[in-house]
């Protein structure tokens, strides 16, 4: 009678290492999507913050009539597209610039900056919002009128799936 009652002991510590090989794998999974969904989501807002901080300071320096000297070479308008490339810091492939000044280049009028980034954060194990692309627009007060781009903007197409009407 006693050898049967260890024979059954044993078994169920054997039974019980199984269930918690089983839990194991259960919740190591959902910790696992979880750690990688924290992990994309935090570099797509920090994609965000660097468009939209990317963005104010491309406007401001067009508007007072500066521009780093990377950008030096070109003129008008695509003076500030380089400059938004330049302020954001990512590969100019992955950088979609829209600028305009809807009522013309003059002291007083506003200039508008947007921008489309591909964010570097798709793992492709969730879904990000706008298919992975960072949106960031600015509309800023022209103060200096001494360089008038001819035109009245430029934008580079967007890429499939995107358009610029939120920007208007």
């Known amino acids: 009678m006693d050898r049967r009652r260890c024979a059954r002991r044993g078994d169920g510590r054997r039974a019980e290492r199984g269930a918690a090989a089983v839990e194991f794998a259960l919740v190591g999974t959902l910790l696992v999507v979880?750690?990688?969904?924290?992990?994309?989501?935090?570099?797509?807002?920090?994609?965000?913050?660097?468009?939209?901080?990317?963005?104010?300071?491309?406007?401001?320096?067009?508007?007072?009539?500066?521009?780093?000297?990377?950008?030096?070479?070109?003129?008008?308008?695509?003076?500030?597209?380089?400059?938004?490339?330049?302020?954001?810091?990512?590969?100019?492939?992955?950088?979609?610039?829209?600028?305009?000044a809807p009522d013309g280049w003059s002291r007083g009028n506003s200039l508008r900056v947007c921008v489309l980034v591909r964010s570097r954060s798709d793992f492709g194990m969730l879904p990000l919002p706008n298919d992975g692309y960072v949106r960031a627009s600015l509309r800023m007060s022209i103060e200096q009128d001494t360089t008038k781009p001819p035109g009245s903007g430029t934008a580079d197409s967007a890429p499939s799936g995107q358009s610029w009407s939120w920007c208007d």
């Open 34 to 100: 979880l750690v990688f969904g924290i992990l994309q989501y935090g570099l797509y807002f920090n994609d965000s913050l660097n468009a939209h901080q990317g963005v104010r300071e491309t406007a401001r320096m067009a508007v007072v009539g500066k521009n780093p000297s990377a950008c030096r070479t070109t003129t008008g308008w695509s003076t500030i597209a380089c400059t938004a490339e330049t302020m954001l810091g990512t590969a100019p492939g992955d950088t979609y610039v829209n600028v305009s």
